[in-house]
């Protein structure tokens, strides 16, 4: 390999756009990123195309049409996240506009009884669709078209009557001015009342009970009834209020320009549906904000201006606007339709990871990683009552502890620890184990964080956040994969976190990319702050404080390195390497009663998969054209546990060669005398003698001293 | 052609006495006090480099299309900028227009209402802004610097009397189809009508359904009520090319020359047309390429008088060309426009 | 008949929708007839017919697109546009037939398009033929002819023939709408297309695992649309010798979405027959005709009809209950 190719290879392992692109994409912020870039293009075409564009005078007059069409736009942007369609918002806001200058101009009310009549009436009108659709169960859109023309006629029948004392009568009041033509801050009035409403909107679509509802529905009808939301009532109460909103509108229109015409909002619902789904409210219901709303309405508002002011005639026009729509419903239904097929299609970023050559381990070699037959007839503790024990504990009383996939912590007790209980439930997937100096059993939870459980069993929270790394996209200060911890004599918890970019099901995907995703943590309890010590190792797993406080040990398992992270002491800070190039993926470790350190070896390494770690190509090409259930994946079915010094001096390896009763062994602990075996996937905990070893040597004596 | 500008030449002498005579003594005086150059010199001050803007309901019909010709042909003639919009029936379009327009401080803005109402507010605003506003054809409630356009009552009732003096002897039946019942033209027409049938107290008003401008309507209307009444004398409505479609279901149900069919508007090709084979019978039109050219001689008497925007409205009815089946010539319509 | 009255009567003795909107259309004839005097004279159930012609010829257009569980709203817009281009290239000099020509091939164009963008890129038929028509209409305005309304050149007799002309004293719409009906009910109860229309509608996923092509089928569906909808734009531009472009602005589309669902084609798909789409055209023929005849003015007669139509989708939606299991909230 050359060593410009070696470099670029290097890099890419540290940096990838790819893994830049895939983390963007997968933000919900960039869902309207595209039409705000959009937005912001129209406006600069217009402050380009037409000369005085950016004069105050003309961005004050741009702007204060700009609230009518808001409100319709919200209005019809509420329906469509419920999963439905209002094709009468143009009707009611031409009624509400109407209504507005009868009780205003003709009968002369005061502004605020005026204000509350029109959103009263907005709201019976959209109560009529939304009986028709939330409890008759009618389609939203034949419903609302059909109310749209009975709207529309009974507007046009009763119009005539009024028109002419709306337009000869004309009440003077000052507030009715400044709803249509004042300024605040040289804001247009009605467009800081707008702001309100939105900002009120907001919280109350993704803040608040009835808007999660109103999402839910949209989003999935049925499971939002099994979950037992009142469906009828909500979307009766979401026509309601897209009723009200489009009265809003047509109040504004009433201020602004005392008039009401035959066809005042005519074709008002084509334009706000073509806003709405410009901005990114989806058609199929569930996703939409308050925020797309109004991107999509500047967007349409200022290219329909833009397009009049440059005298772009009828033709066109209509052309355009059906483009326009197209492309953006297009783009919408293909976007859902594909966005996590190609998500997970660039996600997975492969870099190089060049292992060095495989140490033999084959059967009766001269190898120390040997295979033999040591592990093959442990005892089974637990058999098929525990699932997946990941990691194994003993305490004081020679109790077993482990935690297994139901998200519960088991206590195994008894001469043979034929007593299974389930000693806690915490819920996510229970993984490393330790004890304080309290005898708390504190756990590294996959998918939730540190917890803690007390001796009589109830359950809390040591931490799931740690500190945000700068300049990173994708937000990893919540905790993903707590693998393991150890706690140092000071209190203070060092733990591991695997990946910041997988979640406990998908961790395997990690070991395809051969990239540093990983962390080791501190959270101090003393503080109660959680600080990240070490980035970017590759996938630490095992944590293991050293016999004299002063070091924690921890496992590399893609890279099949032990390493070692100074705490206290001169070399403070640093980290050493202990051991390269084991013949397997390293997982847990823990101290050993000779002042050494137990290794589990969660599978074993093949040529086939160090050739594939060392061409990235290959396994990108992998990733993108083969379904992930037909990957190449490390080999777990067959794992060991070694021994090792401090110093890095492999002594001893343990083999179940049969790989029947512990094929992939993600941890072991020693207790009096005894080595006991974890394995994620296996069914049971196993045992064997250590006849060599202390028999009166538990783990929490050597971290905490014998008890008082 | 000849008749058209005879009837052009009429038009401008009368828009200039009107101007001159709303213009008062002290625009007369000031101009005796000048030569034959000075007066040149304010013209070409008053007119340089001003802009005139247009905005119909829509571009794509012969009205407005021979509008827009006439008001660009005079308008560019005399050097001034010409600017149209066209909001293809979209009032919000349309209303977006002339708000940019306004604030853009155009001179002169020529707009064709919709509505009595719509843009009241607005013309208020471009007149306090310095804009002066001549509305075309059809008013609204605000009374701006000027109106050019038909005497849509007094036009009406014109109608009206004619179809009192061939109905009142053979029944009275008579048959409105509207077009828009809230559209100003409509109404004010049909005033006219109804003042002319109440007068004579002979005329039965069997049917007054509004078509919303589509002739196909018109046809299925005029048809419905042939049925019911087959002594029908006429049928009358604002605009000719709807009425083209009730004179069809007149020939279908053959009675074309017993029920006499009356429209009015922009005297267009297809109007001949339909009057030589008689699917019209009678035609009160006008020549909105010459209402265009009336817009811009009041501009230019506006502009020499230095007025102040709204500060002397004035209004400049059209006058009416009766064509009926018997006389229509080839020169009497206005070829429709192509593309340009 | 007897197959009709079969189809009338449904299959349970439970009273189908169409027997239930027969049974309206009937007493209002009746009522009508009554109280009208000259309704029910022969010359005016003609005139009826006549004006209910155009409405009918779309409305079987945009069933079999409803049968097949879609939508066609730039129905109105195509038949205008290509009507009109029509005219427009007669009176630029080109004979009858050439130019009848081109304006079905710009309508099949728009047609298949529609079929594409639904079958392909899967929008919604809702906004895929809303867009469409305004795409449509807009390119014919900006392109394709010269102004709002298109006029026939004069001396055009042989096709002012299709809409004014009379065939053994029955005029030419009434002719045109009955050979439509025909046709689409043989097309639709008589050929493996047909049969095909109705599995797409009733269960898409299961006629593609029939093996039924389904995407072809979808653009079919719409192409024949556009092509019934050329067809009643020619009718309506000769019968009146002037096409108004300005029609897709009326809710001509709407009413032929009444007549459709009216007589009991289901939204949903996979239901209905060309017995419906005539069933509800003479309803709504009977009760305009009456409201004209009255007097009743166009807004309340909206009223009334909308009133109807609503009336028409709660019963349906009563007969055909929805299945909260299976619906989704977003199927508008």
Same mark, same amino acid.
């Given at each position: 390999?050359? !060593?410009?190719?070696?470099t670029y290879?290097?890099?890419?392992a540290k940096?990838s756009?790819?893994?830049?692109?895939?983390?963007?994409?997968?933000k919900?912020w960039m869902e309207p990123a595209?039409p705000f870039?959009?937005?912001?293009?129209?406006?600069?075409?217009?402050?380009v195309a037409?000369p005085?564009y950016l004069t105050l005078?003309?961005?004050?007059d741009?702007?204060s049409?700009?609230?009518?069409?808001?409100f319709?736009?919200?209005?019809m942007t509420?329906?469509l996240v419920?999963g439905?369609i209002?094709?009468?918002?143009g009707?009611?806001f031409?009624?509400?506009?109407?209504?507005?200058?009868?009780?205003?101009?003709v009968y002369?009310?005061p502004?605020?009884l005026v204000v509350?009549?029109?959103?009263?009436s907005?709201?019976?009108l959209g109560?009529?669709?939304?009986?028709?659709i939330?409890y008759?169960?009618?389609?939203?859109f034949?419903t609302?078209?059909?109310t749209?023309?009975i709207?529309?006629?009974?507007?046009?029948?009763?119009a005539p009557?009024?028109?002419?004392d709306?337009a000869?009568?004309?009440n003077?009041s000052?507030?009715?001015e400044?709803?249509?033509?004042g300024?605040?801050?040289?804001i *247009?009035?009605n467009?800081c009342i707008?702001?309100?409403?939105?900002?009120?909107g907001?919280?109350?679509?993704?803040?608040?009970?009835?808007g999660?509802?109103?999402?839910?529905?949209?989003?999935?009808?049925?499971?939002?009834?099994?979950?037992?939301?009142?469906i009828?009532?909500?979307?009766?109460?979401t026509?309601?209020?897209s009723g009200?909103l489009?009265s809003?509108?047509?109040?504004m229109?009433?201020?602004r320009?005392?008039?009401?015409?035959?066809?005042?909002?005519?074709?008002?619902e084509v334009?706000?549906?073509?806003?709405?789904?410009l901005?990114?409210?989806?058609?199929?219901g569930?996703?939409?904000?308050v925020?797309r709303?109004?991107i999509?309405?500047?967007?349409?508002?200022?290219l329909?201006n833009?397009l009049?002011?440059l005298g772009v005639t009828?033709g066109?026009?209509?052309a355009l606007?059906?483009?326009?729509?197209?492309v953006?419903v297009?783009i919408?239904v293909?976007?859902?339709?594909?966005k996590?097929?190609a998500?997970s299609?660039?996600?997975?970023?492969p870099?190089?990871?060049?292992?060095?050559?495989?140490p033999d381990?084959?059967?009766n070699?001269?190898?120390?990683y040997?295979?033999n037959?040591?592990?093959?007839?442990?005892e089974?503790?637990?058999?098929?009552? !525990?699932?997946g024990p990941?990691?194994?504990i003993?305490?004081?009383?020679g109790r077993?502890?482990?935690?297994?996939?139901?998200g519960?912590?088991?206590?195994?007790?008894?001469?043979?620890?034929?007593?299974?209980e389930?000693?806690a439930r915490?819920g996510?997937r229970?993984?490393?184990?330790?004890?304080?100096r309290d005898?708390?059993l504190?756990v590294?939870?996959g998918g939730?964080g540190?917890?803690?459980?007390?001796p009589?069993?109830?359950?809390?929270?040591?931490?799931?956040e740690t500190?945000?790394?700068?300049?990173k996209i994708?937000?990893?200060?919540?905790?993903?994969?707590?693998?393991d911890l150890?706690?140092a004599?000071?209190?203070?918890i060092?733990?591991?976190?695997?990946?910041?970019?997988?979640?406990?099901?998908?961790?395997?995907?990690?070991?395809l990319?051969g990239r540093?995703n990983g962390?080791i943590i501190?959270?101090?309890?003393?503080t109660?702050?959680?600080?990240t010590?070490i980035r970017n190792?590759m996938f *630490?797993n095992?944590?293991?404080?050293?016999?004299?406080?002063?070091?924690?040990?921890?496992a590399l398992t893609w890279?099949?390195?032990?390493?070692?992270?100074w705490i206290?002491?001169?070399k403070?800070?640093?980290v050493e390497t202990?051991?390269e190039?084991l013949?397997?993926?390293?997982?847990n470790?823990?101290?050993s009663?000779?002042g050494?350190?137990?290794l589990?070896m969660?599978?074993?390494?093949? *040529?086939?998969?160090?050739l594939a770690?060392?061409?990235?190509?290959f396994r990108?090409?992998?990733?993108?054209?083969?379904?992930?259930?037909e990957w190449?994946?490390s080999?777990?079915?067959?794992?060991s546990v070694?021994k090792?010094t401090?110093e890095?001096? !492999?002594?001893a390896?343990?083999?179940?060669?049969?790989a029947e009763n512990?094929?992939?062994?993600t941890?072991?602990r020693?207790h009096?005398?005894?080595l006991?075996?974890?394995g994620?996937m296996?069914?049971?905990i196993?045992?064997?003698?250590?006849?060599?070893?202390?028999?009166?040597w538990?783990s929490?004596d050597?971290y905490w001293?014998?008890?008082a | 052609m000849?008749r058209n500008?005879?009837?052009?030449l009429a038009v401008?002498?009368?828009a200039?006495?009107?101007?001159l005579?709303a213009?008062?003594?002290?625009?007369a005086?000031k101009?005796s006090?000048k030569?034959?150059?000075m007066?040149r010199?304010d013209?070409?001050d008053?007119l340089?480099g001003?802009?005139?803007?247009f905005v119909?309901i829509?571009l794509?019909?012969?009205?407005?299309?021979?509008?827009?010709?006439?008001?660009?042909?005079?308008?560019?003639a005399?050097?001034m900028?010409?600017?149209?919009?066209?909001p293809?029936w979209?009032m919000?379009?349309m209303s977006?227009?002339?708000?940019a327009?306004?604030?853009e401080?155009?001179?002169?803005?020529v707009v064709?209402n919709p509505?009595?109402?719509v843009?009241? @507010?607005?013309?208020r605003k471009?007149?306090?802004?310095?804009?002066h506003?001549i509305?075309l054809?059809?008013?609204s409630n605000y009374?701006?610097s000027?109106f050019?356009?038909?005497?849509?009552v007094?036009?009406?009732?014109e109608?009206g009397?004619d179809?009192?003096k061939?109905?009142a002897a053979?029944?009275?039946?008579v048959a409105?189809v509207?077009g828009?019942?809230?559209?100003?033209?409509?109404v004010w027409?049909?005033v006219?009508l109804?003042k002319?049938?109440?007068a004579?107290g002979?005329?039965n008003?069997?049917?007054?359904q509004?078509?919303q401008w589509d002739a196909?309507?018109?046809?299925d209307?005029?048809a419905?009520?042939?049925?019911?009444? %087959?002594d029908?004398c006429?049928?009358?409505?604002?605009?000719g090319?709807?009425?083209?479609?009730?004179g069809?279901a007149i020939?279908?149900?053959?009675?074309t020359?017993?029920?006499?069919?009356?429209g009015s508007?922009?005297n267009?090709? %297809?109007?001949?047309d339909?009057l030589?084979t008689?699917?019209l019978? @009678?035609?009160?039109?006008?020549?909105?390429y010459l209402?265009?050219?009336?817009?811009?001689?009041a501009?230019?008497a506006m502009?020499?008088?230095?007025?102040?925007p709204?500060e002397?409205?004035?209004a400049l009815y059209? %006058?009416?060309d009766?064509?009926a089946?018997?006389t229509?010539?080839?020169?009497d319509c206005?070829?429709l426009?192509g593309?340009k | 008949m007897a197959?009709?009255?079969?189809?009338?009567l449904g299959?349970?003795g439970?009273?189908?929708q169409?027997?239930?909107?027969?049974a309206?259309?009937?007493?209002c004839?009746?009522?009508?007839?009554?109280?009208?005097?000259?309704?029910?004279?022969i010359?005016?159930?003609?005139a009826?017919l006549?004006s209910?012609?155009i409405?009918?010829?779309?409305?079987t257009?945009?069933?079999v697109?409803?049968?097949g569980?879609?939508?066609?709203?730039?129905?109105?817009?195509?038949?205008?546009?290509?009507a009109?281009w029509?005219?427009?290239?007669?009176?630029?000099g080109m004979?009858?037939f050439?130019?009848m020509?081109?304006?079905?091939?710009f309508?099949?164009a728009?047609g298949v398009?529609?079929g594409w963008?639904?079958?392909?890129?899967e929008?919604?038929?809702l906004?895929?033929?809303?867009?469409?028509?305004?795409?449509?209409?807009?390119?014919?305005?900006?392109?394709?002819?010269?102004?709002?309304h298109a006029y026939p050149?004069k001396?055009?007799?042989?096709f002012l023939?299709?809409?004014q002309g009379h065939?053994?004293?029955?005029p030419?719409p009434i002719i045109?709408?009955i050979?439509?009906?025909v046709f689409?009910h043989?097309m639709?109860?008589?050929?493996?297309?047909?049969?095909?229309?109705?599995?797409l509608?009733?269960?898409?996923?299961a006629a593609?695992?029939?093996?039924?092509a389904?995407?072809?089928?979808i653009i079919?569906?719409?192409?024949?649309s556009a092509?019934?909808a050329f067809i009643?734009?020619?009718?309506?531009?000769?019968?009146?010798?002037?096409?108004?472009t300005e029609?897709?602005?009326?809710?001509l589309v709407?009413?032929v979405?009444l007549v459709v669902?009216?007589?009991g084609?289901?939204?949903?798909?996979?239901r209905g027959?060309i017995v419906s789409?005539v069933?509800?055209?003479?309803?709504?023929g009977?009760?305009?005709n009456g409201m004209?005849i009255?007097?009743?003015?166009?807004d309340?007669?909206n009223i009334?009809k909308?009133v109807?139509?609503?009336a028409?989708i709660?019963i349906?939606r009563?007969?055909h209950?929805?299945?909260?299991e299976?619906?989704k909230q977003?199927d508008?």
């Open positions: 390999m050359s !060593v410009i190719s070696d290879l290097k890099l890419h940096w756009l790819q893994r830049t692109v895939a983390e963007l994409l997968s919900r595209v870039i959009m937005m912001l293009g129209v406006i600069v075409f217009c402050a037409i005085n005078d003309n961005l004050t741009t702007s049409q700009f609230a009518e069409f808001g319709v736009v919200l209005a509420v329906v419920v439905g209002d094709l009468s918002v009707a009611i031409a009624m509400a506009d109407f209504i507005a200058l009868v009780l205003f101009n002369e009310l502004i605020g509350i009549l029109v959103l009263l907005g709201g019976l109560a009529i669709n939304g009986f028709l939330g008759l169960k009618l389609g939203a034949l609302t078209l059909v749209l023309i709207i529309r006629a009974t507007f046009d029948l009763t009557t009024f028109a002419i709306i000869t009568s004309y003077e000052a507030a009715w400044f709803l249509g033509e300024t605040l801050w040289g *247009p009035a467009v707008l702001m309100v409403i939105a900002v009120i907001h919280a109350l679509l993704s803040r608040s009970r009835p999660w509802h109103i999402a839910a529905i949209g989003s999935n009808r049925k499971a939002a009834r099994h979950a037992g939301i009142p009828n009532r909500t979307i009766f109460w026509y309601v209020l009200m489009c809003l509108g047509g109040l229109y009433a201020a320009l005392n008039s009401s015409a035959s066809n005042t909002g005519d074709g008002l334009m706000a549906l073509t806003a709405a789904v901005g990114g409210v989806s058609l199929a569930g996703k939409g904000s925020g709303a109004l999509g309405a500047t967007t349409i508002l200022v329909i833009g009049v002011r009828g066109p026009t209509f606007e059906g483009l326009i729509m197209l953006a297009g919408d293909k976007w859902m339709k594909n996590n097929k998500i299609k660039i996600y997975v970023v870099a190089l990871l060049d292992l060095g050559e495989l381990a084959t059967e070699s001269d190898s120390i040997a295979q037959d040591a592990l093959t007839n442990a089974p503790i637990g058999l098929g009552k !525990v699932d990941e990691d194994v003993l305490d004081r009383q077993i502890y482990t935690g297994t996939r139901e519960w912590i088991m206590r195994l007790s008894g001469e043979n620890f034929e007593d299974v389930v000693f915490i996510g229970p993984l490393g184990l330790a004890f304080d005898e708390n504190l590294c939870v939730m540190v917890y803690g459980v007390r009589d069993g109830e359950v809390f929270k040591v931490t799931d500190n945000r790394t700068r300049w994708a937000d990893d200060s919540r905790l993903r994969l707590a693998d150890d706690i004599p000071d209190g203070k060092y733990f591991s976190e695997a990946t910041t970019r997988y979640e406990m099901h998908s961790w395997a995907m990690d070991g990319e540093g962390r501190c959270h101090d309890p003393a109660g702050q959680t600080r010590l190792l *630490p095992g944590i293991c404080l050293a016999h004299d406080g002063q070091s924690i040990f921890f890279i099949c390195q032990i390493k070692r992270y206290a002491g001169p403070k800070g640093t202990v051991i190039n013949p397997g993926n390293p997982d470790i823990n101290r009663s000779d050494n350190y137990w589990a969660t599978g074993m390494r093949t *040529p086939a998969y160090d770690m060392r061409m990235p190509g990108t090409r992998m990733v993108k054209r083969v379904p992930p259930d190449l994946y080999n777990i079915n067959n794992g070694i090792f401090a890095g001096e !492999v002594l390896s343990y083999w179940d060669k049969s512990h094929p992939a062994i941890s072991m020693e009096r005398g005894y006991y075996l974890g994620l296996n069914n049971r196993g045992r064997i003698p250590l006849p060599d070893a202390d028999p009166t538990d929490s050597s001293g014998p008890k | 000849k500008i005879l009837k052009g401008t002498v009368m200039a006495t009107v101007a005579a213009g008062g003594a002290i625009a005086g101009i006090g030569t034959e150059r007066v010199s013209f070409v008053a340089n001003k802009t005139v803007a119909p829509s794509g019909l012969p009205l407005s299309d021979f509008w827009d010709a006439g008001i660009r042909d005079a308008a560019t005399i050097g900028n010409y600017v149209v919009k066209d293809a979209n919000n379009a977006q227009a002339i708000s327009l306004i604030s401080k155009v001179d002169y803005l064709q509505d009595v109402q843009f009241a @507010k607005l013309f471009a007149e306090q802004n310095g804009t506003v509305q054809n059809m008013a009374r701006s000027g050019v356009g038909v005497d849509w007094s036009h009406g009732q109608v009397d179809i009192v061939q109905c053979k029944g009275g039946k409105i509207q828009e019942l809230t559209a100003a033209a409509n027409f049909n006219g109804m002319a049938f109440k004579s002979k005329i008003v069997v049917n007054d509004a078509a196909t309507k018109a046809h209307i005029t419905a009520v042939l049925q019911q009444h %087959p029908l006429a049928t009358v409505g604002v605009w090319i709807m009425m083209m479609g009730s069809q020939k279908e149900a053959g009675k020359g017993e029920v006499l069919v009356y508007g922009s267009s090709r %297809p109007v001949c339909s030589q008689g699917i019978d @009678k035609h009160y039109g006008y020549d909105s209402q265009g050219r009336d817009v811009v001689n501009i230019q502009a020499q008088m230095k007025v102040e709204g002397r409205p004035f059209t %006058p009416i009766v064509l089946k018997e229509v010539a080839k020169d206005r070829d426009m593309k | 197959g009709l009255l079969a189809g009338l299959r349970f439970k009273p189908s169409e027997l239930i909107v027969f309206i259309a009937v007493a004839f009746i009522f009508f007839a009554v109280s009208l005097q000259g309704f029910a004279s010359g005016n159930i003609v009826m006549r209910i012609a409405l009918g010829i779309l409305s257009g945009m069933a697109v409803v049968i569980r879609g939508l066609d709203l730039s129905q109105v817009s195509v038949m205008a546009i290509s009109a029509t005219l427009t290239l007669m009176n630029g004979t009858l050439p130019a020509a081109l304006g079905l091939l309508a099949l728009i398009l529609n963008i639904i079958a392909f890129i929008i919604p038929p906004f895929a033929t809303l867009a469409t028509g305004l795409v449509c209409f807009g390119v014919g305005r900006w392109l394709l002819i010269d102004s709002v050149p001396g055009a007799d042989d023939f299709i809409g065939l053994v004293g029955i030419m045109i709408f050979v439509a009906a689409v043989w639709l109860s008589r050929t493996v297309v047909g049969r095909h229309i109705f599995g509608g009733d269960n898409m996923l593609r695992l029939m093996g039924v389904v995407r072809p089928l079919f569906s719409y192409a024949f092509f019934i009643a734009g020619l009718t309506m531009a000769s019968s009146v010798a002037s096409m108004n029609v897709i602005n009326s809710t709407f009413d979405l669902v009216l007589g084609i289901s939204l949903s798909g996979g027959s789409v069933v509800g055209a003479c309803l709504i009977i009760l305009l004209t009255l007097n009743v003015n166009s309340a007669q009334a909308s109807v139509l609503l028409a709660v349906d009563r007969l209950p929805k299945d909260e299976t619906d977003g508008h």
